[in-house]
């Protein structure tokens, strides 16, 4: 299983990007496909997932700012970023897991916000 990653860049606070993540697999068939994120000196992060049935979660920073959908037919799952703030500056990854919980990680795509 691999996962591409692509999308990330520089834009002004209050700015959007949108990230893709395309799988190897058909995604509808893996128990959840999400991105996360890692901001230098922190931990990585949930950002937002969603799960085979369609159900998506959000890191309550992001919420009403950030949407997670798919394209099932491309095997590739989006993540929309409105309202950019500086402190969404992160590397972002994308991460899945399959129907046996094995969990498997994209390479990180850099966004960062100037405010």
């Known amino acids: 299983v691999q996962l591409q990653a692509s999308g990330g860049g520089l834009v002004q606070a209050g700015g959007s990007l949108r990230l893709s993540c395309a799988a190897s697999v058909t995604i509808t068939s893996t128990n959840y496909m999400g991105w996360y994120r890692q901001a230098p000196g922190k931990q990585r992060e949930l950002v937002a997932r969603?799960?085979?049935?369609?159900?998506?979660t959000y890191a309550n920073s992001v919420k009403g700012r950030f949407t997670i959908s798919r394209d099932s037919a491309k095997n590739t799952v989006y993540l929309q970023m409105n309202s950019l703030k500086a402190e969404d500056t992160a590397v972002y990854y994308c991460?899945?897991?399959?129907?046996?919980?094995?969990?498997?990680w994209g390479q990180g795509t850099q966004v960062t916000v100037s405010s």
């Open positions: 969603i799960s085979r049935g369609g159900t998506a």
């Open positions: 991460q899945l897991q399959t129907t046996r919980a094995d969990v498997v």
